[in-house]
């Protein structure tokens, strides 16, 4: 009997020494990739990748701008920034990303893509290499918002199609509808499994039910003649504050939170933040499926 007591307390000693030791795994942090497109150029898309990404760190996130409009970046301007550095000096190991990363005043960073982002073909394998090992640092960032070119060039579908999200702007009117559908239609004949969110913004309304024509209309459309759902998040007041802010250079939502067009847009984050996102593998992943497109 003592000895089956000894083997009992050596057993319970063995079981409280490995369950002390038990240590959940944390679940590893994963990037959210948004990509901000639009069919046609002046809908604002610019400027709601900036005020989204500022909504986005006041609840508590750590954000990244990127600028991916291969002919006229204007973030910088927006942010009244000059940066030094680009992803060219990146891809050329000149520069690493954290040396090219520029943090502004409004707890966010941004990364200045135009000038590199064109030159990505042209790379040689070990640049190539380089540039997505590098990528790895912005891993540590919680929502990484990319502002794409307006239209449909390959360079806006590739960054569509390695997103988590992209968010399509459009305004009321009738020709920024027509470019909005445009773009929508080529991504539905473009990608036949469109693994991730779709989604809708319509922009400087003057009403709910303004806001509600188009975003029905679009959604309609694009079900029943494409096949392909279209998420409504919401949609922007037209705003003088917005106009004004774009003249000070600066973001609507620092110059006044409380705005109409400000709130709109904590709205459209919250809607976000709700939505269910499908792992798709990081922010070097992201470019690892750029580059085998």
Same mark, same amino acid.
């Given at each position: 009997?003592?000895?089956?007591?000894?083997?009992?307390?050596?057993? +319970?000693?063995?079981?409280?020494?490995?369950?002390?030791?038990?240590?959940?795994?944390?679940?590893?942090?994963?990037?959210?990739?948004?990509?901000?497109?639009?069919?046609?150029?002046?809908?604002?898309?610019?400027?709601?990748? #900036?005020?989204?990404?500022?909504?986005?760190?006041?609840?508590?996130?750590?954000? #990244?701008?990127?600028?991916?409009?291969?002919?006229?970046?204007?973030?910088?301007? +927006?942010?009244?920034?000059?940066?030094?550095?680009?992803?060219?000096?990146?891809?050329?190991?000149?520069?690493?990303?954290?040396?090219?990363?520029?943090? =502004?005043?409004?707890?966010?960073?941004?990364?200045?893509?135009?000038?590199?982002?064109?030159?990505?073909?042209?790379?040689?394998?070990?640049?190539?290499?380089?540039?997505?090992?590098?990528?790895?640092?912005?891993?540590?960032?919680?929502?990484? #918002?990319?502002?794409?070119?307006?239209?449909?060039?390959?360079?806006?579908?590739?960054? #569509?199609?390695?997103?988590?999200?992209?968010?399509?702007?459009?305004?009321?009117?009738? =020709?920024?509808?027509?470019?909005?559908?445009?773009?929508?239609?080529?991504?539905?004949?473009?990608?036949?499994?469109?693994?991730?969110?779709?989604?809708?913004?319509?922009?400087?309304?003057?009403?709910?039910?303004?806001?509600?024509?188009?975003?029905?209309?679009?959604?309609?459309?694009?079900?029943?003649?494409?096949?392909?759902?279209?998420?409504?998040?919401?949609?922007?007041?037209?705003?003088?504050?917005?106009? %004004?802010?774009?003249?000070?250079?600066?973001?609507?939502?620092?110059?006044?939170?409380?705005?109409?067009?400000?709130?709109?847009?904590?709205?459209?984050?919250?809607?976000?933040?709700?939505?269910?996102?499908?792992?798709?593998?990081?922010?070097?992943? +992201?470019?690892?499926?750029?580059?085998? %497109?």
């Amino acid at each position: 009997m003592e000895d089956q007591a000894e083997e009992l307390r050596e057993l +319970m000693r063995k079981k409280s020494f490995s369950t002390e030791r038990i240590v959940k795994p944390k679940e590893p942090k994963r990037t959210r990739i948004i990509t901000i497109t639009s069919g046609k150029g002046g809908v604002g898309k610019t400027n709601i990748s #900036i005020n989204m990404a500022i909504a986005y760190a006041r609840i508590g996130k750590k954000v #990244i701008v990127m600028d991916a409009d291969l002919g006229l970046a204007n973030v910088n301007i +927006m942010l009244n920034l000059v940066p030094k550095w680009t992803l060219y000096h990146v891809m050329r190991k000149q520069k690493t990303m954290k040396e090219i990363l520029t943090e =502004t005043d409004y707890g966010i960073s941004f990364v200045a893509g135009a000038s590199g982002i064109s030159q990505i073909a042209n790379m040689s394998d070990d640049e190539r290499q380089n540039f997505i090992a590098e990528l790895d640092s912005l891993n540590n960032a919680d929502i990484i #918002i990319i502002d794409t070119s307006a239209g449909v060039s390959s360079n806006v579908l590739d960054f #569509i199609a390695a997103a988590d999200d992209a968010v399509i702007i459009t305004t009321p009117e009738p =020709t920024a509808i027509t470019d909005a559908y445009g773009i929508i239609k080529i991504i539905a004949t473009q990608f036949e499994d469109l693994n991730m969110g779709l989604k809708l913004v319509v922009n400087q309304v003057k009403s709910v039910a303004e806001a509600k024509m188009v975003a029905d209309r679009m959604t309609n459309i694009a079900g029943q003649f494409l096949n392909i759902k279209i998420e409504y998040l919401g949609f922007i007041y037209s705003d003088e504050r917005v106009s %004004r802010a774009v003249l000070e250079q600066k973001p609507f939502m620092v110059t006044d939170h409380r705005c109409k067009a400000s709130i709109c847009i904590q709205h459209i984050v919250d809607r976000m933040e709700k939505a269910e996102v499908q792992p798709r593998g990081g922010f070097a992943l +992201m470019f690892k499926r750029l580059f085998g %497109r």
